[in-house]
């Protein structure tokens, strides 16, 4: 399989090298520790799926090991958020801790409310700070864990799956691995952006009515 080289790293290879355990806590942290934004999460999904696809994993436990770790690293990202979180969102810029990235997810937060937690998986970055924030506003526990393991099945089994199918259908697609990372994180963005443009037309056919 042809090098994939994200922050510099081989994703083929590092999938290789931590397997079914390093993948479960990559995507836990990149869920929800402040400091896991920077890990790779799209990416590494469809890479282990394609990396099924071809024999180097089994899709069943891979799929299970990534909803139970990105909803895992939620609830930890909640409870975390709900004790800590003030007095980490007042610290200091650091390489593990940017404060722009908190202000993006206040935004993201406000503006789309509880079902933040479910749309902010499909955002790189914003997931990660979004279950801290959710922790710090107590939003109430029963409605974060609802979507919190909606989230959780929809974009671990979602995007593993296909790059699983995709690897299965298309012969040589690694080959074209980095251009289709790429679209892969667009779509990935889409159920966010459409979201966006719903609640701007139903802004603006309110205020007309």
Same mark, same amino acid.
């Given at each position: 399989?042809?090098?994939?080289?994200?922050?510099?790293?081989?994703?083929?290879? @590092?999938?290789?090298?931590?397997?079914?355990? &390093?993948? /479960?806590?990559?995507? /836990?942290?990149?869920?929800? @520790? /402040?400091?896991?934004?920077?890990?790779? !999460?799209?990416? @590494?999904?469809?890479?282990? &799926?394609?990396?099924?696809?071809?024999?180097?994993?089994?899709?069943?436990?891979?799929?299970?090991?990534?909803?139970?770790?990105?909803?895992? &690293?939620?609830?930890? =990202?909640?409870?975390? =958020?709900?004790?800590?979180?003030? #007095?980490?969102?007042?610290?200091?810029?650091?390489?593990?801790?940017?404060? #722009?990235?908190?202000?993006?997810?206040? #935004?993201?937060?406000? #503006?789309?409310?509880?079902?933040?937690?479910?749309?902010?998986?499909? $955002?790189?970055?914003?997931?990660?700070?979004?279950?801290?924030?959710? !922790?710090?506003?107590? $939003?109430?526990?029963?409605?974060?864990?609802?979507?919190?393991?909606?989230?959780?099945?929809?974009?671990?089994? !979602?995007?593993?799956?296909?790059?699983?199918?995709?690897?299965?259908?298309?012969?040589? @697609?690694?080959?074209?691995?980095?251009?289709?990372?790429? /679209?892969?994180?667009f779509v990935s963005m889409l159920p966010s952006l459409f979201s966006y443009i719903y609640s701007k037309i139903k802004n603006k056919s309110e205020n007309n009515g």
């Amino acid at each position: 399989m042809d090098a994939i080289s994200i922050f510099n790293q081989d994703l083929s290879a @590092l999938v290789m090298a931590v397997g079914y355990l &390093g993948i /479960f806590l990559i995507i /836990f942290a990149e869920s929800g @520790l /402040f400091f896991g934004f920077f890990l790779p !999460g799209d990416t @590494l999904l469809f890479t282990a &799926g394609l990396m099924a696809s071809q024999g180097y994993l089994s899709i069943v436990p891979l799929v299970l090991v990534i909803m139970l770790g990105a909803i895992l &690293g939620d609830q930890v =990202g909640y409870l975390f =958020g709900k004790k800590f979180g003030p #007095k980490i969102f007042n610290r200091d810029d650091s390489f593990y801790f940017k404060k #722009k990235h908190v202000e993006n997810a206040e #935004k993201f937060y406000a #503006k789309h409310g509880r079902k933040t937690v479910l749309l902010a998986r499909f $955002m790189p970055v914003i997931r990660t700070f979004i279950p801290i924030l959710a !922790g710090v506003g107590n $939003m109430k526990y029963s409605i974060f864990l609802t979507y919190n393991i909606a989230g959780g099945i929809i974009w671990g089994a !979602g995007i593993t799956l296909l790059g699983y199918f995709m690897g299965e259908k298309i012969p040589n @697609l690694d080959m074209f691995l980095i251009p289709i990372l790429i /679209f892969v994180v667009f779509v990935s963005m889409l159920p966010s952006l459409f979201s966006y443009i719903y609640s701007k037309i139903k802004n603006k056919s309110e205020n007309n009515g």
